[in-house]
């Protein structure tokens, strides 16, 4: 049973700083995995779809990488702003099955 | 365009009764998605259409819960006999098919059962 793990749970960064945030996940057979930032109170916003084949995804001040044979996933995101405040969850999906396995998500608070 | 919506956004409902939650899926996706999200802690899968059937069940609970998709568009999910803990956000989901497709999520139903 594929179990997906965020840590640390919360992370609380100066405005400005690079943040970089873990994934890491036991079944290495994925097709994807998906990063996703919550607001609280809101559904969940895509920000990165890396397909199994692929090393990392850019948008904007976002990369993601991915280590599949190490079960590994890191987000960094460049040059924090208040507005990044918010929880990111981390989800694969198996190569069998179509649907996503969460972490349980890590809160970031950028502070001015 | 529009994106994923859900109805009602809150449901306050008593131990016991029965609730209906609606998704209304991206037009053109013909994959949708459940999944409940308890306080804290990340989503966690339900159900999975193809269409009109539920290629995988495989989350749901127990058989209280369930779902349909009748004509491959709108979905509902159907919980019976309500307990204090399906208390949760049902979080729904829809891509353009299935395989590497991105997920799109809606904003959710936040379920009280009191």
């Known amino acids: 049973k594929q179990e997906v793990t965020q840590i640390p749970a919360a992370l609380s960064v100066p405005e400005g700083e690079n943040l970089v945030l873990n994934c890491s996940f036991t079944d290495s057979a994925i097709y994807n995995l998906q990063w996703f930032r919550q607001d609280p109170g809101k559904g969940l916003t895509s920000l990165l779809l890396i397909q199994s084949s692929q090393r990392e995804q850019t948008s904007g001040r976002l990369n993601a990488s991915l280590d599949k044979s190490s079960g590994r996933s890191t987000l960094y995101i460049a040059a924090s702003q208040p507005g990044d405040s918010a929880t990111y969850l981390c989800a694969v999906r198996g190569a069998a099955g179509n649907k996503l396995t969460f972490g349980g998500g890590t809160r970031v608070l950028v502070k001015p | 365009g529009a994106g994923v919506s859900q109805t009602p956004s809150n449901k306050v409902t008593e131990k016991g009764k029965y609730v209906e939650l609606r998704c209304d899926p991206i037009?053109?996706?013909?994959?949708l998605y459940w999944y409940r999200q308890s306080l804290g802690q990340g989503p966690e899968f339900l159900i999975y259409f193809q269409g009109t059937g539920a290629a995988d069940d495989s989350g749901l609970p127990n058989d209280r819960f369930f779902a349909v998709r009748p004509e491959g568009s709108v979905s509902t999910l159907k919980i019976q006999r309500t307990e204090r803990g399906d208390s949760a956000v049902y979080l729904c989901a829809s891509s353009l098919g299935a395989g590497g497709y991105e997920q799109y999520f809606g904003p959710g139903t936040r379920l009280t059962v009191t």
């Open positions: 037009s053109g996706h013909t994959a």
